[in-house]
């Protein structure tokens, strides 16, 4: 009888007991042959926190299952008994609140992975994300209706693959594709907390577009920034790293921000091939770190080539454009228009044109490409600019 009791009392404390109000259920006993909905559908996806904070999305699978697909057992108690936490050796799903991160592409090429960013604290403002390694298939040109064969409209847009990166704030590009080697954007924080890193890759088993590139590749450092922020005895946080962020910290509204006494500026996607252009509906800011003892600005090209109008009324307009405050030219081969520079120089190698900016305040560019354009038949040129920059003296 003991025994039986023990049975009986180990039943009673596993049951799921709950108590139904029928009065409203037009068929009472239906609870009976609907048993399906009772019973709680077994759990599929699960989360792993990692050694350095990272929380990567994993699927609930039986541990033989998941070795044997090349993933890693983690035993956290989301998936039940006989089943194991399973996720891959991959940043795709990954989810981290480090102030210093990477998203870098997985062994095999998938068609979607996303990495979020966190905001590790309220002060953070900015996030810098830094291409260290970037390399996309190129932008394409695609016509837009109605198809016209003697002024055929055209835009130029990230097709094949591309990288998103939400929230998208003053102007910044929504789409990245190409190669962008040592690129980076700032992401400018107000009430969003989060980063979203999405990229879009084109199916390598079923497309035979030429423009895809075989391997693509990527390696992006994200890094979170603090502004300064109010600070007392109650605070969370007390600015612990705003003081050494500080200098790193984009001006309010820029894309980018190039720290160096000198460097190199080039059009996202461009990498000097044929094919390697930026999109359209681009409209973005450049920002540099001003100097005291400097009031210029000197600008040599690498390469520029930029749209400009096919009007013969008026043939230097500029449609495509880098915004220049106070330009200043050495030469005639770089149209100024208002202080916009673009230029139509088909030789390759391209002679050096040297620009300069003058002017007081802080020190920004701006680089702005139409939504859609026209190109005269049998003009092949790449609509691009890579140019190296110094602050400077100037006279």
Known sequence: MAGLALVVFLLVRSANCAFFDLTDVDDPLSLLWHTKDSITPPK??????????????????????CLLSGGQVHFN??????????????????????????FTNPD?????????????????CQMRIDFETFQLSPSERRPLPPINP????YHRICRADFLTITPKTYYTSEYFCGNNDNQHVYVHLNKQRQVTLHMHLANRNLTQDP???????????????????????????????????????????????????????????????TQSEYISGLNYSIAFKINP????????TNY????????????GFCIDYLFIPELVTETTDVTNYDSKVCSRLV????????????????????????TSFTEAPLLNLVHAFDINYEITSCN
């Not at 599929?44 to 299952?65: F, M, N, P, R």
């Not at 089943?83 to 891959?88: I, V």
């Not at 030789?347 to 680089?367: C, E």
Request: hydrophobic share 30%; aromatic share 10%; net charge positive.
């Open 77 to 102: 108690g989301q998936c039940g008994f006989f089943t194991t936490c399973c996720t891959q050796k991959t940043d795709c799903s990954r989810k981290t609140r480090s102030k210093v991160s990477h």
């Open 44 to 65: 599929s996806s699960c989360s792993v926190i990692l050694d350095d904070g990272t929380s990567i999305t994993g699927t609930c699978k039986h541990k033989a299952q």
């Open 211 to 273: 423009n895809v590139i075989p391997n693509p590749r990527w390696k992006i450092k994200i890094t979170q920034l603090e502004c300064p922020g109010l600070s007392n005895f109650f605070t969370k946080h007390k600015n612990f790293n705003a003081q050494t962020d500080f200098k790193l910290l984009a001006p309010e509204g820029a894309t980018q921000y190039f720290m160096a006494q000198s460097g190199r500026i080039r059009s996202f996607g461009f990498d000097g091939a």
């Open 304 to 315: 520029i080539t930029l749209r400009q109008s096919l009007e013969t009324a008026d043939p």
């Open 293 to 300: 003892r400097v009031n210029c600005i000197r600008f040599t």
């Open 347 to 370: 030789t390759v190698p391209q002679t050096p044109q040297i620009f300069y900016s003058h002017g007081p305040g802080p020190f920004l560019i701006h680089f702005v490409s139409q």
């Open 150 to 153: 003697t002024n055929q409209v």
């Open 108 to 124: 095999s090429i998938v068609t979607e992975c996303e990495y979020v960013v966190e905001a590790e604290n309220d002060n953070i």
